[in-house]
């Protein structure tokens, strides 16, 4: 009775289009039929390129991480492919503490060839066609501190700032003018130090926010690496529930740290994941928890205060925390990260930045820019695709490597 519902209407179609009434209902049955079919089609389609996103999204976490067939035991500096062009200058037997220095030392040098080539190559160049540090000259330096992504701001207080020390020096040896904008620098870069917040009782929380592709999770799992190499015990919660495949990137990192990834099914609730990942962290007594968050534009209401309420159950069931709410930047976007920073500074208190790709860029003053505009310290920075290559952030080191001679 309920499919003559259906058919007799699309029967009566049919023959009013032209079918013979006596085939009507045949015909109705067949459109019926093959309208199913069609509709179970999709569905397979539909989820077979589901499937087909998950499996590139984990083969893309498997190609950041480090080369496949390295023992376990060995160590990060050696399973990391280095750019460090003076590697073979090295003593053959070094104290293990000055190679690991000098190794994380090159690889921050040649991480940063991009924007040194860009702005001090630009700035010595400037140099050598100036005999005298006047208004013409602070005016192509000017232009190249904004090209090189410094923003206005960052950029007319070095500017003042180098204008008022010019008394100082001899107007005749521009040369001096390169130690000077080094020492602005320094006082411009604000980092965290090397050591992460002490909580009142374990775990550590650390909260990562951050919009899609610039390198969320994958920092995650580089820094659950480096935790675990550490022999801390790491928990990951996979809370960005809304993008594909995001949970299955975070196992393939869990896997390889060993720690253990508290996760829901696509789509459910991140509040529910974040708080079974805090009460997991506390129940198998972990040092170190981290919560990968959504990643949706940074301008939607929703998205903020989705991670507000993350907050709010961090801080209910750990004492203080989130204890980090690390903030992670991708350093090609340059002025654009800026934006984002202050958006999520405003809507989740933000401590810390984690900058990455700043090996892909010749725009590296955005480290400088966002210091300064936002005193907000640069915790890591991501100079490279190994585990190592997501280092601490060091004002001192990343202007000595920034001002080293070729």
Request: net charge negative.
């Amino acid at each position: 009775m309920e499919l003559d519902v259906w058919l007799n209407p699309i029967a009566d179609f049919l023959v009013n289009a032209g079918v013979p009434a006596e085939h009507g209902p045949m015909a109705a049955l067949a459109l019926i039929y093959l309208g199913l079919t069609l509709l179970s089609l999709l569905i397979v389609v539909a989820l077979l390129r589901r499937n087909l996103r998950s499996k590139k999204a984990a083969a893309k976490a498997e190609e950041q991480l480090e080369p496949a067939g390295q023992p376990e035991a060995v160590s990060r500096d050696e399973v990391t492919e280095t750019t460090d062009p003076g590697a073979d200058l090295i003593a053959q037997e070094p104290s293990p503490v000055v190679e690991e220095t000098v190794n994380l030392y090159q690889r921050m040098r040649a991480g940063l060839n991009k924007t040194r080539s860009s702005l001090i190559g630009r700035v010595d160049a400037l140099l050598g066609t100036h005999p005298r540090l006047d208004e013409a000259f602070l005016e192509e330096l000017e232009e190249i501190l904004i090209t090189a992504d410094f923003g206005m701001q960052a950029t007319q207080e070095l500017v003042q700032a180098l204008t008022a020390r010019l008394k100082d020096v001899d107007r005749n040896d521009p040369g001096q003018l390169r130690e000077i904008l080094a020492e602005e620098l320094r006082v411009r870069l604000k980092d965290a130090g090397p050591d992460w917040p002490v909580p009142e009782s374990a775990p550590l929380v650390i909260m990562v926010v951050g919009v899609n592709g610039v390198g969320k999770t994958t920092t995650i799992g580089k820094l659950a690496k480096q935790f675990a190499d550490q022999g801390k015990k790491v928990v990951l919660g996979a809370a960005d529930t809304f993008r594909a495949a995001a949970a299955e990137q975070l196992e393939v990192w869990g896997k390889r740290s060993g720690a253990d990834v508290i996760r829901h099914q696509e789509g459910a609730d991140p509040g529910a994941v974040a708080y079974d990942a805090v009460k997991a962290a506390v129940a198998r007594k972990a040092d170190v928890l981290i919560l990968d968050t959504a990643g949706r534009l940074h301008t939607k209401v929703n998205l903020m205060e989705e991670l507000k309420k993350i907050r709010r159950i961090a801080e209910r069931e750990v004492t203080g925390a989130p204890h980090e709410t690390l903030l992670v930047l991708d350093a090609t976007t340059g002025q654009n990260a800026l934006v984002q920073a202050k958006m999520f500074q405003q809507a989740v208190e933000v401590s810390g930045i984690a900058l990455t790709k700043l090996d892909g860029t010749a725009k590296g003053g955005i480290v400088v820019a966002i210091s300064s505009q936002l005193d907000l310290p640069v915790r890591l920075i991501g100079v490279g695709e190994g585990v190592a290559d997501l280092r601490p952030f060091k004002a001192d080191e990343f202007v000595e490597a920034l001002f080293a001679n070729n």
